[in-house]
């Protein structure tokens, strides 16, 4: 029974040691609206690319947590999300990059 309950607990620490994958957000208050709510309320996206139905791949960070801790910073502390909007510039789908305790905050 021991040994369950210790391998149980390795795997659930080896799923919480990584911080990089590419997993849709399923509920977010800003899916659906438009992206300049989301950067008036979190910031601008540093990039932009046109996706093949005609809306566009938008990239997001945080870049708050680099002015709190200086510059030496670990990036591990970031989120990274891409967000997918309409030619109406409207979201419609939402990914996490890179996930920290700052998303939480983000996709309320």
Do not use: H, P, Q
Not at 52 to 70: E, I, P, T
């Amino acid at each position: 029974m021991i040994r369950v309950i210790l391998a149980f607990f390795i795997l659930f620490l080896s799923g919480c040691a990584t911080t990089s994958f590419n997993s849709e957000v399923k509920k977010s208050w800003y899916i659906n609206r438009d992206l300049a709510t989301f950067e008036v309320n979190n910031g601008f996206c540093y990039a932009r690319e046109k996706s093949s139905d005609g809306g566009y791949l938008n990239y997001w960070k945080s870049g708050s947590v680099r002015d709190l801790f200086g510059e030496g910073s670990d990036d591990s502390l970031e989120c990274r999300l891409m967000l997918k909007t309409n030619k109406n510039n409207i979201v419609k789908e939402i990914k996490i990059i890179d996930y920290s305790f700052a998303c939480a905050t983000v996709l309320r």
